[in-house]
């Protein structure tokens, strides 16, 4: 016979402890004081002032700033791209980075430098770098200025870095020995991917596209040049933004930015409600 060692429970006290996590020291209170003040000078107190604004004008004005003809079209075109342009980085990116991880070929180390030229150049610059390419005087020919295809086109370039970036890291640390487990015992390769490398990545890739949209659906400089800001065409909803303020109407700004603000956040709880269903199913 053998014998079972057998580890005694904790305390039920100690259960808790651990659940609640030990007591905040000096610094440490003093470390989450400074954080909590910097993050509410940042972030919370100015999206506090701008619902504030927003509701100035009570429900009704409100609800007739965000309904205006033009603002809604602003707003559909805004939304609706950026979704569009973000399902386009999760499947491109995506696979951008696993070329950039699992594959060897002359050139890479300069693709790695290129992907993150969006980041560093300035929006602006990268409007005026689109209008070259794919403007009047297009040396390719192709001319899509002041459409929405500038619009899509945009937002793709400006938000290209995100799901590679977030996702190259996750992959290139993945342990290779449970994909070659899966193939021994007869796993194809899409099985493979679906079971075993899919739920370690949807994480990354969540968090990129959340990354994604809220990056496109606020996207100003570099639609300026390409796009024509073309009301009830291609006029996007920072350029919608920024005239209502030149017009003198902050609320109707500030009406716009909570409705982005409200769907950015949407997104975000989709995204996390997705990643942890394919977590658990994986």
């Known amino acids: 016979m053998t014998s079972a060692t057998l580890v005694p429970d904790r305390?039920?006290?100690?259960?808790?402890?651990?659940?609640?996590?030990?007591?905040?020291?000096r610094v440490s209170g003093l470390g989450l004081g400074v954080a909590m003040v910097w993050f509410s000078l940042l972030v919370l107190i100015p999206l506090a002032a701008v619902v504030v604004t927003a509701s100035e004008g009570g429900w009704g004005g409100f609800w007739r700033a965000v309904t205006n003809e033009q603002t809604a079209a602003t707003l559909r075109l805004t939304v609706g791209t950026a979704l569009l342009v973000t399902l386009v980085n999760v499947v491109m990116g995506?696979?951008?980075?696993?070329?950039?991880?699992?594959?060897?070929?002359?050139?890479?180390?300069?693709?790695?430098?290129?992907?993150?030229?969006?980041?560093?150049?300035?929006?602006?610059?990268?409007?005026?770098?689109?209008l070259s390419l794919y403007g009047?005087?297009?040396?390719?020919?192709?001319?899509?200025?002041?459409?929405?295809?500038?619009?899509?086109?945009?937002?793709?370039?400006?938000?290209?870095?995100?799901?590679?970036?977030?996702?190259?890291?996750?992959?290139?640390?993945?342990?290779?020995?449970?994909?070659?487990?899966?193939?021994?015992?007869?796993?194809?390769?899409?099985?493979?991917?679906?079971r075993i490398i899919l739920p370690s990545l949807t994480p990354a890739i969540a968090a990129g596209a959340?990354?994604?949209?809220?990056?496109?659906?606020?996207e100003y400089g570099s639609l300026v040049l390409l796009s024509g800001n073309l009301p009830m065409r291609t006029e996007v909803a920072s350029v919608r933004?920024?005239?209502?303020?030149?017009?003198?109407?902050?609320?109707?700004?500030?009406?716009?930015?909570?409705?982005?603000?409200?769907?950015?956040?949407?997104?975000?709880?989709?995204?996390?409600?997705?990643?942890?269903?394919?977590?658990?199913?994986?």
Request: no cysteine; hydrophobic share 55%; charged share 20%.
């Open 11 to 25: 305390p039920a006290g100690n259960r808790r402890s651990a659940r609640a996590g030990l007591p905040l020291t």
């Open 94 to 130: 995506t696979l951008i980075a696993w070329v950039l991880v699992r594959d060897r070929f002359f050139g890479k180390r300069a693709l790695e430098i290129l992907i993150d030229v969006p980041f560093a150049l300035p929006t602006i610059v990268a409007g005026l770098v689109l």
């Open 241 to 282: 933004i920024l005239s209502s303020i030149e017009n003198d109407n902050p609320d109707s700004a500030a009406a716009v930015a909570v409705v982005l603000l409200a769907v950015s956040l949407a997104v975000i709880v989709v995204l996390d409600v997705i990643q942890r269903r394919v977590m658990r199913r994986g």
């Open 136 to 194: 009047p005087d297009s040396p390719l020919g192709v001319n899509i200025a002041n459409t929405r295809i500038a619009v899509f086109l945009a937002f793709l370039f400006v938000t290209l870095p995100f799901i590679v970036r977030t996702v190259q890291p996750v992959l290139s640390e993945l342990d290779p020995d449970a994909e070659e487990a899966a193939a021994s015992l007869g796993a194809s390769r899409l099985t493979t991917f679906r």
């Open 210 to 218: 959340a990354l994604s949209f809220a990056r496109a659906v606020g």
